[in-house]
């Protein structure tokens, strides 16, 4: 595979940098591929066209919008995926590794996607709920999220050149804030490869993502206080990227994940012959052997109780003796090379620091064998387990990463050892402990979490749906404490929400409804003509309310609804026993309140409504007795609009009423959130 030199999208525009560039090489028989520089790019006018144009653009849209668009660009990429697997091999990954990088990053896409179900038909979001603050109900506040109007920046790790990239633009768009990425040179090919197809796609709005393939060492040299910069790679490189002046001077904010001394813990129920062994050996050498060790959240330390140490030495040995390596497109191959012969070369210095404590008791450093390729051009190297005794008068193995196929065995002697020794890698993305003992689960995870990122307790009952140790998931939070960066990516909702400036407003509720275009209590509320179900999804507006009739609840009301639900709570039905209670007399069930109130708000005759499926935010906040009055005020709270799954879908959106049930005296005795799916005019 051979390929001119590699471009730089750059406004929209693919450019070649100035000079030769970095030559760029195949990892497997070690034959140059192509070059990249980046010499000659205006960088700063990157960043004006990011803001101006991609951000404008993207700001414009709503998160329904944004959502799609993730959508349509994850099936774009999903058909184009087999030419990128084509590419990927120069790298030095398997098929099982590319699967990760290329279809995991695609995943990450469409995951991110169907995030627009959780946020309204905006391009921005409130958060939280309505903050009363004054007596009369005048006055409140509530906090709203916008885009960011700046740029992020994203400088990603070259172990994977597709996710990294998309799981960090996927979190970006849809918040509605352009990107720079800058990949790792190294694999920069790939990642490029990946970006064309995206420009191709015409999917994103111009300036919405550009790209830096060559070395760029200024790119900070622009950021302001619009801005957002992520960072993955070594702790050393992201210290000293964070401490550039203009991140400092203009507190932009800084997302750094490093690579991390990751643990996995055996627990002390764990021994050879349960399921919960077998489980171990299999999750810690996949971690050792997959993408050749080069992860993040690879297994680094692998903590054993003291008694069970000698057969796991025996068991991993066995399993990794299995472990063929070689040119990926060799069947049977199931672990191919490092990136470049450079990585090779700072593995083994890495792995020489280790063996001043440690001793070798499986592999080498210095030669492996392997099929299809010659193993000194290619960059491989053999997967190395290295073992320990006295982990706690130890240094070098808790803070010396080999970033490659190596991993170091040590024993414990309780949980309280193990969670100790985790935490001496002084923060790490993440750790598993394999047991089926409860207990000591709840007290490895409770007293570990705090210097890691995430856990993973694996179990017989959970392994053949586990995700594994090293598999960080768009919904989850992915960072950790100390040295893996004090960051977080992903994290679902939590994740957008780092792209979007969160500011409190305050005023009176009218004006904080018209602002948030969702109804605030308190707000002004204007008696719908005709009833709100008989509007189609266009015509109703936030605030538009429908005042019942009323309904005198009455001790039948009570006993009937007893017998019909099958609920006889004594408060409902035994006077005798109210004694000591909050309550005077028979209370009327809550469930009855609120089914009351809908058969009081709904209107039953066959119209633009097709359905009622969910309450949020119930709550019955007084108690209702015999003889008192009530009545509804049914508000539209939120409207957010569907997309049509298929031309013969309805074309259709959700509608949030605000029920407020209250009772003579004005009081509210019961407040809810419905969702009903309403049919839109515009059927097309």
């Not at 109703?540 to 009323?550: M, P, R, S």
């Not at 005795?669 to 799916?677: C, G, K, P």
Request: aromatic fraction near 6%; charged fraction near 20%.
């Amino acid at each position: 595979m051979t390929m001119n030199k590699l471009g730089n999208l750059v406004m929209d525009k693919w450019v070649e940098g100035d000079g030769p560039g970095t030559t760029l090489y195949n990892a497997i028989n070690g034959e140059a591929l192509t070059s990249a520089s980046s010499d000659g790019l205006d960088i700063s006018s990157m960043y004006d066209f990011a803001r101006s144009q991609g951000g404008y653009a993207l700001r414009k849209m709503t998160f329904q919008e944004r959502g799609l668009m993730l959508k349509a660009l994850a099936l774009h990429l999903h058909s184009k995926k087999d030419e990128f697997y084509k590419v990927s091999w120069a790298t030095g990954a398997t098929k099982m590794d590319s699967w990760i990088d290329i279809e995991g990053g695609i995943g990450n896409l469409f995951t991110n996607a169907s995030l627009r179900r959780r946020l309204p038909n905006t391009p921005f979001a409130v958060d939280g709920d309505f903050i009363p603050l004054s007596k009369e109900g005048t006055f409140g506040a509530h906090h709203i999220l916008v885009p960011k109007e700046g740029v992020a920046i994203h400088i990603n790790a070259f172990n994977f050149p597709v996710w990294g990239m998309l799981e960090k633009i996927a979190v970006n768009l849809l918040a509605g804030v352009p990107a720079i990425v800058k990949p790792a040179t190294v694999t920069s090919y790939l990642t490029e490869t990946v970006v064309r197809e995206i420009h191709n796609s015409g999917i994103l709005p111009a300036g919405a993502l550009q790209l830096v393939c060559g070395s760029a060492r200024n790119i900070l040299d622009y950021v302001d206080e619009r801005d957002v910069v992520t960072f993955t790679g070594s702790a050393s490189t992201g210290r000293m990227l964070k401490s550039n002046a203009r991140i400092i001077n203009n507190s932009v904010p800084f997302n750094l994940e490093a690579d991390s001394l990751n643990s996995a813990i055996l627990g002390p129920d764990a021994g050879p012959g349960t399921p919960e062994f077998d489980l171990f050996i299999k999750e810690v050498r996949k971690e050792i052997t997959v993408k050749c060790g080069q992860k993040c959240t690879a297994v680094r330390r692998i903590m054993v109780p003291n008694e069970h140490i000698d057969a796991v030495q025996d068991a991993l040995s066995i399993a990794l003796s299995k472990t063929v390596v070689g040119d990926p497109q060799q069947d049977g191959v199931r672990m191919g090379a490092l990136v470049g012969l450079d990585q090779r070369k700072d593995v083994r210095k890495q792995v020489a620091l280790l063996l001043e404590e440690a001793e070798l008791v499986f592999g080498s450093p210095n030669s492996v064998e392997t099929i299809g390729s010659d193993s000194e051009k290619g960059a491989f190297i053999s997967p190395m387990l290295l073992r320990i005794n006295t982990p706690k008068t130890a240094s070098n193995v808790h803070e010396v990463e080999a970033f490659g196929p190596v991993s170091t065995l040590m024993p414990y002697e309780s949980i309280e050892d193990a969670v100790e020794l985790s935490k001496m890698g002084k923060g790490s993305l993440c750790c598993s402990i394999t047991t089926y003992d409860k207990t000591a689960a709840s007290e490895f995870v409770r007293n570990a979490a705090s210097m890691h990122g995430r856990i993973l307790v694996l179990d017989r009952e959970c392994a053949k749906e586990s995700t594994g140790h090293g598999s960080p998931l768009p919904l989850l939070v992915h960072g950790g404490p100390g040295r893996a960066g004090g960051g977080e990516e992903m994290g679902g909702l939590r994740g957008v929400k780092h792209y979007l400036q969160r500011t409190a407003i305050q005023g009176h509720p009218s004006m904080l409804t018209a602002i948030t275009k969702q109804y605030q209590p308190g707000g002004a509320q204007r008696e719908s003509q005709p009833h709100v179900f008989r509007k189609h999804f266009e015509e109703l507006e936030i605030g538009d309310t429908v005042t019942t009739a009323k309904h005198t609840v009455t001790e039948a009301d009570i006993t009937n609804f007893a017998n019909v639900s099958g609920d006889n709570f004594y408060a409902h039905v035994d006077a005798t026993s109210l004694e000591g209670t909050l309550f005077e007399q028979k209370v009327a069930h809550g469930y009855f309140i609120l089914s009351k109130a809908a058969g009081l708000f709904v209107d039953p005759k066959k119209g633009p409504v097709l359905l009622n499926y969910g309450i949020e935010d119930c709550r019955f906040t007084k108690p209702v007795y015999p003889g008192a009055t009530i009545g509804v005020r049914l508000t539209v709270k939120e409207k957010i609009s569907q997309e049509k799954r298929d031309e013969e879908d309805v074309a259709k959106g959700i509608v949030k009423y605000l029920v407020d049930v209250y009772d003579e005296t004005g009081e509210t005795v019961a407040i809810a959130t419905i969702l009903t799916m309403v049919k839109k005019l515009d059927q097309s």
